[in-house]
């Protein structure tokens, strides 16, 4: 007897417990004007863990008037998307398949197709969520998601021209594009709460590393392809080079977000430019090797080093 009311106690103590821990984390949820799937997915966007399969965390039910609610989940620092069909993460598709064309384009449309959240601290997330076929809409009734409001019409404008006249479709002199690219990139981050980018996953230093980075990142796709020559002559002679290398001492200037697609982006290319080096000969992408391995393993830090240690193994065990 004493041995059942014993077991029953720590059935009790862990049921407890499990209702306790139920009790954090961030509840999403809200009503979407389709209801033709019947089911919402939440998934979980980590590029630098983009072979990943284990990427949905939850799905729920939508309700006949639309509504839908996932359980309580701990999403604090965490880049999670809602979608009504079961897919990969769109950066997921892309650099999984073809990881050489990571500096190619614009994040536009990876995070404004369906919504998607940048997670800190919200206990709730209520959206009206309006599904299209192209660029879906969201709106929060109580504010409660008034910053992923903010952070999907950041991406839905991230392609308009600023305060600058900075034109990437013409070639111009570098030196002067990269000062006009500053004027922007400043004029850009007004909409940044600067106190705040020093904790490493606030939702401020998650847009500050997306408007920093990603500025970078345009600059030298601009600047790589326009000037062949230029860059070849830097890649050759790195002891007298202050412009180009200046740009890479970047990389290890500040605490990058690390859920941020232009710090995965500038991480491949700050890779990039020390085999670039090495090599004394350019190249956009080197492929996975226990060569670029050794590289990084040598020249990355911090909390990233690891896992993107562990993307180039299962890189190079796929091509084996």
Known sequence: MRSLYLILFLVATILSCKKETNKTGTIIYGKINSVESGTVYLNEIDHFDNLNENFTIDSTAILKNGAFKFKRHDLNSKLVSISTEKFK???YQIYSTAPQTYFFGNCEKFFTSIPTFYIS???SININWTETKSIDSISSPDNSGALQVQLRDFYLNSNSIGKGKLDYDVKSDYKTCWEQ???ERDFDLKAVDRKNIETGNS?????????YLGHLNKYLNWFEQNFPD???SLIKNPESDTFYSNI??????????????EYYKFTERYLNYHMNIRAKSFENYYKSTQDKRMMAETILSGKNRQRYLKLIDVRINNDL
């Not at 939702?203 to 408007?211: A, C, R, T």
């Not at 890479?248 to 697609?261: A, D, G, R």
């Open 89 to 91: 993460p769109f950066t």
């Open 248 to 261: 890479f001492q970047e990389y290890n200037t500040h605490q990058w977000n690390s859920k941020s697609l």
């Open 181 to 183: 690219m500053l004027i």
């Open 230 to 232: 230029q860059v070849e």
């Open 121 to 123: 601290n919200e206990e």
């Open 203 to 211: 939702f401020d230093n998650y847009v500050y590393s997306e408007i």
